[in-house]
C-alpha cells in the first residue's frame, strides 16, 4: 500500500480502490479497460521489475505505477522541458522515475487528466521475479 492508502498492484476493481483520490481511481478505470483491450488482441506483456529497471534513460523510458508498466519514451523525448525552461523540473521528476515503480509519487501529485494521458503508454503488467 502507499502512504496515501492506493494500492500499489495492480486493482481489479473499483472496491480495491476505495479510499484513494479521484484521480487514482479515475485511471484505475482507464487503464483497466486499455489493459482489457490489450490482453483480448493478446499484445499485453509481462515485466519484472529487472526488466523495468534497465529502461532507466530518455531513449528508453518505461516506469510501473499501480503494476502497469508503461513505455513513455515518446513523451520524454518530446517533452518541452528539453528546450524550455519552464518544464525543465518537471523533465527532470520524470526523469528520475524512469525505471522504477513510482505509482506514490504520481498518483500524489497527477490530476485525474494527467493520469488519462499515460493509458495510450500502457506495454505490460508487472510480474513476479
Not at 528508453?60 to 523540473?89: E, F, K, M, N
Not at 520524470?94 to 500502457?122: K, W
Request: with cysteine; net charge negative.
Amino acid at each position: 500500500m502507499s502512504s496515501a492508502g492506493c494500492p500499489a498492484a495492480v486493482a481489479s476493481s473499483t472496491a480495491a480502490t476505495a479510499g484513494c483520490s479521484l484521480a487514482a481511481q479515475t485511471h484505475e478505470r482507464v487503464a483497466s479497460m486499455i489493459e482489457a483491450r490489450m490482453e483480448k488482441k493478446g499484445c499485453l506483456g509481462r515485466y519484472t521489475m529487472s526488466e523495468v529497471a534497465q529502461h532507466n534513460h530518455k531513449d528508453s523510458a518505461w516506469l510501473v505505477v499501480s503494476g502497469r508498466v508503461y513505455d513513455i519514451t515518446q513523451h520524454v523525448l518530446s517533452h518541452p522541458g528539453w528546450t524550455s525552461g519552464c518544464g525543465t523540473s518537471q523533465l527532470l521528476a520524470i526523469l528520475r522515475t524512469l525505471g522504477t515503480d513510482c505509482t506514490d509519487e504520481v498518483l500524489m501529485v497527477h490530476s485525474a487528466r494527467a493520469l488519462a494521458q499515460l493509458a495510450p503508454y500502457l506495454i505490460g503488467l508487472l510480474v513476479e521475479e
